[in-house]
């Protein structure tokens, strides 16, 4: 258990932490920032989740400065950005801030993509992340985090980032589903 691995663990233990924040009946009352107010939970939660997301850069920067990429690292790594988006965009389609088709179309995807990963690991092989769905992980990070603040401080501006952000993320999930398939499918057929 490599220093980049124990990075991974407590971006995984930071989850319910972050569900229990926003999810748990606390009032811990409102702040107004830009002319928006929002839940103190709803920042907290956001800030969390942002502490949760940037483990996935320092795991990262450090498995590979230090030269310790293992093949549980590459099969760790995604899989808790995965089990964090999952419970962000669950829990807000649970607080009504994301629609539930655009969650199951994502979700859909990450499944679908673990599964793929868990029939190479049947087969010997480790399916590291690729570029864009590194790049599909952050823009989901961005829309989430964007809900989590209300949008702020697009909203004073009145630019519906947190909206865009989301579609984008949707869109680029899609496309980044398509382009994992194509590139293994041969793992796919190997298995039959």
């Known amino acids: 258990m490599n220093l980049p691995n124990k990075i991974t663990i407590s971006r995984i233990f930071l989850i319910p932490v972050f569900m229990i924040v926003l999810l748990a009946p606390f009032d811990w009352g409102h702040v107004t920032w830009l002319d928006v107010d929002i839940p103190v939970t709803h920042l907290a939660a956001a800030l969390i989740f942002i502490v949760a ?17 293992t093949n549980f690292g590459k099969f760790l790594d995604p899989l808790a950005d995965k089990l964090l988006v999952t419970a962000a965009f669950v829990a807000l389609v649970e607080i009504g801030y994301a629609p539930a088709w655009m969650v199951i179309i994502i979700l859909s995807r990450e499944f679908a993509v673990t599964g793929i990963r868990l029939v190479a690991a049947a087969e010997g092989a480790v399916i590291a992340a690729s570029q864009m769905g590194k790049l599909k992980t952050w823009i989901q990070i961005i829309a989430i985090s964007a809900l989590l603040l209300h949008n702020i401080p697009f909203e004073w501006i009145g630019i519906p ?22 590139q293994n499918k041969e793992v796919m057929l190997k298995s039959k």
């Open 161 to 182: 980032f947190a909206e865009i952000s989301l579609w984008a993320a949707t869109l680029i999930t899609l496309y980044s589903g398509w382009e994992y398939f194509i």
């Open 53 to 69: 997301s940037c483990t996935d850069w320092v795991d990262g920067y450090y498995a590979r400065k230090l030269n310790l990429v």
